[in-house]
């Protein structure tokens, strides 16, 4: 079983930044460095959608709407994976996730995905 723990959100105004971070634990993470890991969000009333992935050897990819704003990281000393969100705009305002894809390729597609955590909010006032 693996776990996922997202902290980091929280109230900000426009502009503001935030960094959200995901720990992962368990017995099949001795292969986390394996693992692709990603972002995803999930607004009131909407389907979740990805926000940003990123590989074990660290190449990433973003959603359209966050790209610019927004950088993925890991370090898989710490099993652990950040997203730095900058310029923070009202309609980033949502619930993200943290997800592993453990076949280590991440794709936009949540059902791709193996093991989610159970979000942290993220609010932004404009």
């Known amino acids: 079983q693996v776990h996922l723990v997202e902290s980091g959100g929280g109230l900000v105004q426009a502009g503001a930044s935030l960094r959200l971070s995901c720990a992962a634990s368990?017995?099949?993470?001795?292969?986390?460095?394996?693992?692709?890991m990603a972002w995803f969000r999930q607004a009131p009333g909407k389907v979740r959608e990805f926000v940003a992935g990123?590989?074990?050897?660290?190449?990433?990819i973003y959603a359209d709407s966050v790209k610019g704003r927004f950088t993925i990281s890991r370090d898989n000393a710490k099993n652990t994976v950040d997203l730095q969100m900058n310029n923070l705009k009202s309609e980033d305002t949502a619930r993200y996730y943290c997800?592993?894809?453990?076949?280590?390729?991440?794709?936009?597609?949540?059902?791709?995905?193996?093991?989610w955590g159970l979000g942290t909010p993220v609010t932004v006032s404009s």
């Open positions: 368990g017995r099949a993470f001795s292969s986390y460095s394996s693992y692709a």
């Open positions: 990123i590989r074990s050897g660290g190449s990433t």
């Open positions: 997800a592993v894809e453990t076949a280590g390729f991440p794709t936009r597609v949540a059902a791709n995905y193996d093991y």
